[in-house]
């Protein structure tokens, strides 16, 4: 059994910076990868960002604002989010792939105001 938890959300006005963290918790297995997902309302959930060992992906919306990483223990992942726009307010999951399984946090809600 893994659990994800999430944290760092909020509100904030647009420009500004959030730091998401995600905590992962029981059998977690040293390959794997981690990221972050997102879904605004009306919206299907989409990428953000993944990392796997040190090789990251982002999409494009994102890319040179955004930047995720993952702590030493390798149980828990960040993403840094910088010059936040109106359009990347969503409900930001975390989300671990390990032996062709996924699992999710519960979601953390980021809301940029113009």
């Known amino acids: 059994q893994v659990q994800l938890v999430e944290s760092g959300g909020g509100l904030v006005r647009a420009g500004g910076s959030l730091r998401l963290s995600c905590a992962a918790s029981g059998s977690i297995f040293s390959i794997n990868a981690m990221g972050w997902y997102r879904q605004a309302p009306g919206k299907q959930r989409e990428l953000v960002a993944t990392i796997i060992s040190d090789k990251t992906k982002y999409t494009d919306s994102v890319k040179g604002r955004f930047t995720i990483s993952r702590g030493n223990a390798k149980n828990t992942v960040y993403l840094q989010m910088n010059s936040l726009k109106p359009e990347d307010t969503a409900v930001y999951f975390c989300?671990?792939?390990?032996?062709?399984?996924?699992?999710w946090g519960q979601g953390t809600q980021v809301t940029v105001s113009s």
């Open positions: 989300n671990l792939w390990q032996l062709a399984r996924d699992y």
